[in-house]
């Protein structure tokens, strides 16, 4: 309950004492500590004794068996596309797309589809404990309107392709339209753009040399898919001559601003590269595994001093937006693929799903880690369920125990958004609503296209 004292001029909006702390910048575990938040940002982390007898809140959480880490971040997702999750499983990669999603999407999406679906992805990922998201899809300023009425931070990707689609006609045209909305949201202070290049086989080099002089100029992150598939890169030798890092390289879009995503299939001289050019990667393991990409080569990109965060993908091919899954997946494959026990051990696999994606986005100056100054995006999770007992350590109990389920509470700049494992600013029965409605028409289309 809030704290009905009298506050102080000075004194902090929010003090939230908790059993742990987790410091990702210097893997350092707090105990019995608190941290104070002013205006949105972290103005302090001090010990609850002292922060008692020191500051007089507003409000004040006390969270007696609760770890708070940073919120972590989803560097990968199609969020709109948890509207189709499980409409077509278990099929490989550009089946999947030309045969089930790629015609769906031109029945059904557009703008209101995309509000409700990236709603619906925000509800999913908020509960986990998500306080920001990179995102690449259609319809971008819908996406931008749909995360900041749920308060969530995210990297609107302002996509590009060089075929038509219902939101553009062209690469020129998917540019001035992203960036049209770019230029409606740029100032709100939970919304960031991206430049979204979808891939290296769906677009075009004068397209992709467009791409690399807007995000020069407008300093802004490159996000696109690469070297996901075998027949990708089979392909892109057969038509460029080349590996698509390589093509890449040679138009000049390698560099600290690029994410490239899944990154699977790399060999040596990829991995060389990749740190040569201070690339970042999203790594997708659940997505990769599921349409059958491959085991990317985590250990060996870390060892090369690649930024590595991790991502989701979309719900239509992971199915869930859960971070947790994919901090213990990326550590357990890691170990398994390397044969190392004591690759990515907890500290890090909690690192790459927070302060290496806020380095990735060009963020790591105001999220990923729990420090004074930073911006107050929180996560508590409960670590006394049956289950988790006993705790030896919060942060490995962190990655290889606790779920998405033992997030209680989640603040971004400050707000709470998750109270008690509830939504705050979320009417669920008005999204269950919409989402029902979507699932008529998209089962509706898979039915008819099967008769």
């Keep these: 309950m809030p704290d009905a004292r009298t506050p102080l001029p000075d004194s902090p909006d929010l003090l939230i004492h908790a059993r742990w702390i987790a410091r990702i910048e210097s893997e ?32 004040t959480q006390e969270l007696g068996n609760h770890l708070l880490i940073p919120g972590l971040i989803n560097l990968h997702t199609h969020a709109a596309m948890s509207l189709m999750r499980g409409i077509a ?102 919304l960031h753009f991206s430049l979204a290049p979808h891939a290296p086989y769906t677009v075009s080099d004068a397209s992709f040399e467009k791409i690399q ?68 990667i999203a790594h997708c393991p659940t997505s990769n595994l599921k349409l059958g990409s491959g085991l990317a080569p985590l250990a060996g990109m870390l060892a090369q001093g690649i930024n590595v965060g991790l991502g989701t993908d979309g719900a239509a091919s992971n199915n869930r937006l859960d971070m947790f899954q994919e901090m213990r997946l990326a550590s ?20 790459l799903a927070t302060l290496n994606g806020a380095q ?17 995006d929180v996560v508590a999770i409960e670590l006394n369920e049956l289950e988790l007992s006993p705790c030896f350590d919060p942060v490995s109990h962190l990655v290889n125990c606790a779920g998405r389920e033992h997030v209680s509470h989640v603040w971004i700049q400050g707000k709470c958004c998750v109270f008690d494992k509830a939504l705050v600013h979320c009417d669920t029965v008005s999204l269950k609503n919409s989402v029902g409605l979507w699932q008529n028409r998209l089962g509706s289309s898979l039915k008819s296209g099967r008769d």
């Design 28 to 59: 350092t575990l707090l105990e019995n500590h608190a941290l104070a938040i002013s205006a949105g940002r972290i103005a302090d982390i001090l010990p609850s004794s002292l922060a008692r007898e020191r500051y007089t809140p507003r409000e």
């Design 89 to 190: 499983d278990d099929l490989p990669l550009m089946t999947w797309l030309e045969q089930h999603i790629w015609p769906a999407e031109r029945t059904h999406v557009s703008p209101q589809f995309v509000r409700d679906g990236t709603r619906l992805a925000c509800a999913e990922m908020l509960k986990g404990g998500i306080t920001c998201f990179n995102d690449m899809y259609f319809f971008p300023e819908a996406a931008a309107e749909a995360a900041a009425e749920m308060g969530m931070r995210a990297m609107i990707g302002v996509l590009a392709l060089d075929f038509p689609s219902a939101y553009a006609s062209d690469a020129s045209d998917y540019l001035h339209k992203g960036l049209a909305a770019r230029d409606v949201w740029r100032d709100h202070p939970l």
């Design 213 to 280: 002089t807007l995000a020069a100029q407008l300093e802004i992150p490159i996000h696109l898919h690469i070297h996901e598939t075998l027949d990708e890169i089979a392909g892109h030798l057969q038509q460029h001559g080349c590996r698509p890092l390589a093509r890449l390289e040679r138009l000049g879009l390698l560099g600290p601003q690029l994410i490239g995503v899944h990154a699977v299939h790399l060999d040596r001289s990829d991995l060389d590269t990749l740190a040569r050019h201070n690339c970042n």
């Design 332 to 351: 357990l494959l890691a170990k398994g693929s390397s044969g190392d026990a004591s690759c990515v051990p907890a500290w890090q696999a909690l690192r």
């Design 360 to 376: 990735a986005l060009g963020l790591e100056d105001r999220i990923g880690s729990l420090e004074p100054g930073k911006q107050a």
